[in-house]
């Protein structure tokens, strides 16, 4: 009989024992019958791991161009430790949980390989949708104006106001600035397509398109000619100090344009909205009505 045969006074056969614990059995003492016996039990080998298994989680899912998103990735099941390997779909893997910055646009999918100690994979996928980003906000632009019958282009901030950009921009200083743009005294009112408005209360950008007549498109200046209207403000000394005139004249067009013979209330209604700081209201009004032919 062979050494690790032999029977001890238990009477367990010492091979079979070895070979049990050597396979990781559950070796147990039983009493049988008075007599104290050695078993081996639950002969099955231990059971295999649980599969690997791997998620993966961004913070959004759909970003601008040139933002980050966080990833996190979780591992699970086989046998720790593990090696983690995210591919954030534009040539750039991150080897742990982490943010990463998009820099283009695109449709990307983030995949996610979990391996563990003994080689297992799993795998996990998410989505990131990139956008490309807004266009910049321009302040300015490049507009046309028709003032006088000539077309003028000019670069212009969006917040110009058309009065400025007569005066300051295409140096036409007849048009007044009396009331810092606040609509109040009328001393910046043109034409617009024949209609009066305060120039100041307009943006330059709003008149694209428009016909601006200004004092200085009325009557032909340089030849010594003057409009109606200039003329009966001239003969019938409709100013004093000159400040307001231009707004008046224009506002006196514009109104004679839709009244041809107004009565004098309707000429002072009309004139009500400019001021006149020289308080000259009379001459002003006895102006309108003689270029309308009389009252």
């Not at 109606?228 to 400040?243: I, K, M, P, R, S």
Request: hydrophobic share 40%.
């Amino acid at each position: 009989m062979a050494a690790d045969e032999k029977v001890d006074p238990k009477g367990l056969n010492r091979r079979n024992f070895l070979k049990g614990a050597a396979a990781g059995a559950v070796v147990a003492g039983v009493a049988v019958g008075g007599v104290e016996e050695y078993r081996i039990m639950n002969m099955a080998p231990p059971a295999a791991p649980p599969e690997v298994t791997a998620a993966l989680a961004v913070s959004s899912g759909s970003i601008q161009a040139g933002q980050s998103v966080t990833f996190t990735a979780t591992p699970g099941g086989g046998t720790a430790p593990y090696t983690i390997s995210v591919g954030c779909g534009d040539g750039t893997t991150l080897t742990a949980s982490g943010a990463h910055a998009y820099a283009t646009a695109g449709n990307y999918t983030a995949l996610l390989t979990v391996t563990d100690s003994a080689g297992k994979k799993a795998m996990a996928a998410v989505p990131v949708v990139v956008s490309a980003l807004p266009a910049p906000l321009t302040y300015t632009q490049t507009i046309t104006l028709n003032v006088n019958g000539i077309d003028q282009d000019l670069v212009a901030d969006n917040r110009l106001s058309l009065r400025d950009a007569i005066r300051d921009r295409l140096g036409l200083t007849g048009t007044k600035n009396g009331c810092d743009g606040r609509g109040e005294c009328g001393a910046c009112t043109v034409l617009a397509d024949g209609k009066p408005i305060l120039s100041c209360l307009t943006l330059a950008v709003e008149a694209k398109g428009m016909k601006i007549t200004t004092i200085e498109g009325l009557g032909n200046a340089a030849a010594g000619t003057y409009d109606t209207v200039q003329n009966a403000f001239w003969e019938h000394d409709g100013l004093q100090c000159g400040y307001c005139t231009p707004g008046m004249i224009m506002l006196a067009k514009g109104f004679l344009a839709e009244v041809q013979h107004p009565t004098e209330k309707q000429v002072r209604e009309a004139m009500a909205g400019n001021l006149c700081r020289c308080s000259g209201y009379p001459k002003i009004v006895e102006s309108v009505l003689a270029a309308a032919g009389g009252p």
